[in-house]
């Protein structure tokens, strides 16, 4: 016997007691899935600024999401995540940091750690505590090296480096008013370059070709008054020169090429978006971008065409990132089963690398702030507490779901098959399944102790 099914007995063995329970309770707990389905997610900045897949040797291993974090489950297999209520109100990226045992994440009040996937965070004590850290780079061939741009309200904000994974930080733009959101450092360090705003509603670029021992404001170039633009995307380099990108004033998005020699900067536009562009990398001499109008996201790549950039389907529509030979990027959760993270060798070709349906929810140990945070997402109907492909409601295809009296309709007209005794199939009544099956929709919910008797029958 499997662990995973060693699980399920033990659990559907003391829950057998308590199914009476479970018809009058049922009303009120559908009530307050759709209560909770319409609460506010925690992460508003990942939902601003992606997903951040987690990568070890070109393949995705899980990641941080917009709602919490996914990573492998060793016991009954797929992924498991914990909903993002166990972090806090935002955060605005996560790394995976094997080398310490922790992930590292950017919230409201400094970098935070977590060492159980998600279930208990930290605050780490440092020159950022108290800080909004919001734009992160991380050196390709050092993972300790990192850089970090804030952004917290009230408050100067400036960029800041560290040498040992971000235990501790150095100044290397010190605060001033304004925030920073984008960092584009080239792979040597020497090109470096900063985006965010004054303070008011005008574009911050700071530029450097020294590593960052000098830099110049070259905003006036990027964004002049007459038409004004906003830079909201990561920045990328493209050789010597610095992708940008972000919202025009024609409510298209835009992208721009910056070439700096040290004193002045030149700009070339290279073509609109249909919409906001929000992430870019360049690949096999291709720029390839993502553009968003809220939640609506597309793969766009540089072409010839008039507006310089043609659609790829079914590409991510959340982020996009370089990763070993190929790319990585983050998808949407839309329909019943979309890819959470994919991955391409060209570019053009994508393939998922996590689907929604692969991930299950991570049951925290008691006394963790992710067991009193995630709770609602505890599917009380189901043997094992766990959905096997959560999509926001009940999961009806799993057998540990199968007494769910929401599952059932009080009688109706059908084939009803049974296992072990009286083992046979015939027409007469047996149960129908509801067309809401497991939604909580009050039309299948009087259904009385029938569906209850007949769970043995639906499902083995």
Same mark, same amino acid.
């Given at each position: ?15 057998? $007691? ?19 389905? %319409? ?15 987690? *990568? ?210 030149? *700009? ?28 609506? $996201? ?53 393939? %998922? ?5 692969? *991930? ?101």
């Amino acid at each position: 016997m499997t662990t995973r099914t060693a699980f399920r007995t033990a659990f559907r063995t003391a829950f057998t $007691g308590f199914r009476s329970a479970i018809v009058v309770a049922c009303a009120a707990a559908a009530v307050a899935a759709v209560l909770a389905s %319409s609460s506010a997610r925690a992460h508003l900045g990942q939902e601003q600024f992606g997903r951040f897949p987690f *990568v070890d040797g070109g393949a995705v291993v899980g990641g941080g999401t917009s709602w919490g974090l996914v990573l492998p489950d060793a016991t009954f297999g797929g992924y498991a995540r914990v909903c993002e209520e166990s972090f806090g109100p935002a955060v605005t990226f996560d790394v995976d940091q094997p080398g310490h045992g922790r992930i590292l994440a950017g919230g409201v009040n400094g970098l935070e750690v977590t060492n159980d996937g998600g279930c208990t965070w930290a605050v780490l004590q440092n020159e950022l505590t108290g800080r909004f850290p919001n734009a992160l780079w991380v050196d390709p061939a050092d993972a300790d090296h990192l850089l970090i741009g804030t952004s917290t309200i009230g408050a100067d904000n400036g960029v800041w480096r560290s040498r040992d994974g971000g235990d501790s930080w150095q100044e290397v733009i010190a605060p001033r008013r304004g925030n920073f959101f984008s960092l584009a450092i080239s792979d040597d360090g020497a090109l470096m370059a900063v985006g965010g705003n004054n303070g008011e509603s005008d574009v911050l670029l700071l530029m450097s070709n020294d590593s960052g021992a000098t830099f110049v404001d070259v905003s006036a170039t990027v964004s002049p008054f007459e038409t004004p633009r906003v830079i909201v995307s990561p920045l990328v380099w493209d050789g010597a020169t610095l992708l940008l990108g972000g919202l025009a004033p024609s409510t298209q998005g835009f992208v721009d090429r910056v070439t700096f020699n040290g004193v002045t900067a030149t *700009v070339t536009p290279v073509g609109l978006t249909s919409r906001q562009t929000t992430h870019a990398v360049v690949f096999d001499g291709d720029i390839f971008v993502i553009a968003r109008n809220g939640a609506r $996201g597309e793969l766009l790549r540089e072409n010839d065409s008039a507006l310089g950039f043609g659609v790829v389907v079914d590409g991510p529509s959340e982020c996009i990132f370089r990763a070993g030979d190929g790319l990585v990027g983050c998808g949407k959760q839309a329909g019943l089963n979309p890819a959470l993270f994919l991955a391409s060798a060209d570019g053009v070709a994508w393939e %998922s690398s996590v689907a929604f349906v692969d *991930v299950h929810y991570r049951a925290c140990p008691d006394g963790t702030v992710g067991l009193v945070a995630c709770s609602s997402f505890i599917e009380t109907f189901c043997g094992d507490d766990v959905d096997e492909d959560f999509d926001g409601t009940t999961d009806c295809e799993d057998e540990d779901c199968a007494f769910n009296p929401l599952c059932f309709t009080a009688e109706g007209e059908g084939e009803g098959e049974g296992e072990g005794e009286g083992e046979g199939e015939g027409e007469g009544e047996g149960e129908t399944p509801a067309v809401s099956c497991c939604t909580g929709d009050p039309s299948a919910a009087g259904i009385g102790i029938m569906g209850l008797a007949l769970w043995r029958r639906r499902r083995r």
